[in-house]
């Protein structure tokens, strides 16, 4: 008879590796949103949990002193802004390809002129951030006691979530 367990074991990651380990864990637990096998959805679940708790803490320090409220407010009007002047299709509606709107340069001139007028602090706000992420995301995570589970209790998962995963897989 095999035994087939969840086993707890510390692991060392860099903090950007957290993170993509955490964003596969979410697209894995909403591939399967109706009956996935239970030592799998826990397995998922509980290291789920862990990885928001080291991410929060990173958050925290990147967003020290930064006014989130008025990085907010920008991320608001930017977006108002992209719609107003994105290219429109014959309903009158925005043009999106590949995420992104379609916006002749002339146009996304016009919008970073008004967000600069509107917000003058917001991108010394943003590199700053941009710049603690980064410094942080190199950091070593020492210890994490991640839950992993033998490889034959797995469902199919896609090849590219799955590389994301390895680290949760028993061997």
């Not at 397995?43 to 320090?61: M, P, Y």
């Not at 003058?120 to 950091?139: I, N, S, T, V, Y």
């Not at 994490?144 to 799955?162: G, I, N, R």
């Amino acid at each position: 008879m095999v035994e087939y367990y969840v086993l707890y074991e510390d692991v060392h990651m860099k903090l950007n590796e957290v993170y993509t380990l955490l964003q596969a864990i979410r697209t894995c637990q909403s591939a399967f949103p109706s009956n996935p096998p239970i030592k799998f959805s826990y397995c998922l679940a509980r290291n789920a949990k862990l990885l928001e708790s080291e991410i929060a803490t990173a958050q925290d320090i990147i967003n020290k002193d930064i006014d989130m409220e008025s990085l907010q407010s920008y991320e608001r009007r930017r977006q108002e802004l992209l719609v107003q002047h994105a290219k429109k299709d014959d309903e009158g509606r925005p043009v999106i390809v590949d995420d992104q709107f379609q916006i002749s340069q002339g146009e996304a001139n016009k919008i970073q002129k008004t967000l600069r007028d509107e917000f003058p602090k917001a991108q010394d706000m943003l590199a700053l951030r941009g710049q603690r992420a980064f410094e942080l995301g190199e950091q070593e995570v020492s210890n994490l006691p991640l839950y992993k589970l033998d490889l034959a209790l797995w469902p199919d998962v896609p090849a590219q979530t799955m590389n994301d995963l390895m680290v949760l897989v028993e061997d």
